[in-house]
């Protein structure tokens, strides 16, 4: 087997003074943080699509990446060098996970059947490489959105022959990832959404969605597959309004079709601030509801209102993300996804281990640091002293149901004086930063 990226080794862990670009500074896979390796903690997983296949295009220009694939003479010879070019970077960064769509793994023929064939060659040799280099699949899913037959959705689509397409899709998508032992399988809705109403019918939509996800939960009883299933949240871009816009739309609609006992969610940095939320929030909000299932870790521009995708380098995000991880008492069975691909500008092949890099760094870094701030239990003690009126009195009786409008109607007459204390927001941001500076 070829090398495909002989101008890179191994990369090692060599400590915050190395100045060598291709060794890891923070991340220290067997250091221990509270009671895990950082290996274990963070469970960091390559992501196919934009690390294998994406070119470098753009709206207003064509593909920059130079690849070492790129000679293959056939589209089923360059799907198995992007296999065996990923699994040398896998081996090279030490990531031990993977996540895939199915076409993106395999390139799609005319027909289904073909489609479907061509796959199973492909995953023949996935799981060769997987046993020979000890990697696993972190999830695996569907592509339904990139082929033009899903310009009006996938299982929300107007057409019942792409809902049955999409159905089929899934099935063979499912079986794979159960045959590579994957520990999670995602649905992402890219076109499940609407640009107008005025050519909608929204509830049948939604209600087609819910029963694609219920099929799904009966197949995978059926064919033993136990890994967890996960939605992952955008509001936009490509659909403008889609279904799944953020964590706590998911939970409404999961529990609206009683699907929530199933399904968990895959929170994207990038989709949380397109829906204009901070992914902390996304993250603290899965969390408290016990349906925080994955990470795909990478960051936005602020300043453009698009799904940029970048290698995650702000270390205050990945600070507070990992510390609302931590409280969850880990991630597990999912892992952390760099859905990230380097910029069209950095189109070496050795960008792609830089960029890696920058981003596991931020996170072992981050990791460090959240484990320090729970540790400290400065934050906990503050909110907890927040609250302190919900415990005694008339809190505790509100919290434990006891009163009604009448008695707190009385409470509130007899009560003339009302004290309130500040929230010390800026105090806290500075204990944060504290943390981060001493590090």
């Known amino acids: 087997m070829r090398e495909y990226f002989p101008n890179v080794a191994k990369v090692k862990f060599e400590g915050r003074d190395s100045k060598n670009l291709f060794a890891f500074k923070y991340y220290n896979p067997d250091e221990v943080v ?12 390559l992501s196919y699509w934009h690390t294998l296949t994406g070119g470098g ?7 920059t990446m130079l690849r070492p694939w790129d000679d293959a003479e056939t589209s089923i010879e360059m799907a198995k060098q992007r296999l065996e070019a990923s699994f040398e970077l896998m081996d090279k960064l030490d990531i031990e996970y993977f996540a895939f769509h199915d076409r993106d793994i395999a390139p799609e023929g005319k027909t289904l059947a073909e489609s479907n064939a061509i796959l199973d060659e492909i995953i023949d040799y996935c799981e060769e490489l997987m046993k020979k280099y000890d990697k696993k699949l972190l999830w695996g899913t569907a592509n339904l ?13 107007c057409n019942a022959d792409i809902f049955a397409f999409s159905a089929a899709q899934i099935k063979k998508a499912m079986e794979i990832t159960k045959r590579l032992g994957g520990k999670n399988y995602v649905f992402w809705g890219g076109r499940e959404g609407y640009e107008t109403l005025l050519n909608t019918d929204m509830k049948l939509e939604q209600d087609n969605l819910a029963r694609l996800l219920k099929m799904s939960v009966d197949y995978a009883k059926e064919i033993g597959f136990e890994g967890q299933f996960l939605i ?3 509001p936009k871009e490509p659909t403008k309004h889609q279904y799944d816009f953020d964590v706590a739309t998911v939970m409404g609609f999961l529990k609206n ?24 929030h996304e993250v603290h909000l899965a969390r408290i509801n016990g349906i925080l299932g994955s990470l795909d870790v990478n960051q936005g ?6 799904d940029t995708d970048q290698f995650p380098t702000n270390i205050y995000d990945a600070v507070l993300v990992m510390y609302e991880v931590l409280k969850n008492g880990g991630i597990q069975p999912g892992g952390l996804n760099f859905d990230a691909k380097v910029r069209r500008a950095s189109f070496e092949p050795e960008d792609l281990f830089l960029a890696y890099i920058a981003g596991m760094d931020t996170f072992a870094k981050g990791l460090q640091i959240a484990q320090k701030l729970l540790d400290g239990e400065e934050l906990e003690t503050f909110v907890k002293e927040r609250y302190s009126s919900y415990t005694e009195g008339i809190g505790a009786q509100i919290v434990e149901g006891s009163v009604g409008f009448k008695e707190l109607e009385a409470y509130a007459l007899g009560n003339t004086e009302i004290v309130n204390k500040s929230g010390r927001q800026e105090m806290l941001e500075g204990l944060v930063n504290q943390y981060i500076y001493n590090s």
């Open 301 to 306: 521009d602020p300043m453009l209102g698009w």
């Open 257 to 280: 079709y009683g699907l929530d006992k199933d399904f968990k969610v895959n929170i994207e940095a990038n989709h949380a601030t397109l829906a204009q939320h901070t992914f902390q």
């Open 34 to 45: 509270g009671d895990k390796t950082m290996k274990e903690h963070l469970r960091y997983t």
């Open 145 to 157: 959105f990139s082929n033009p037959r899903f310009v009006h959705g996938a299982s929300t689509s």
């Open 232 to 234: 992952e949240p955008k």
């Open 57 to 63: 295009s753009d709206p207003f220009g064509s593909a």
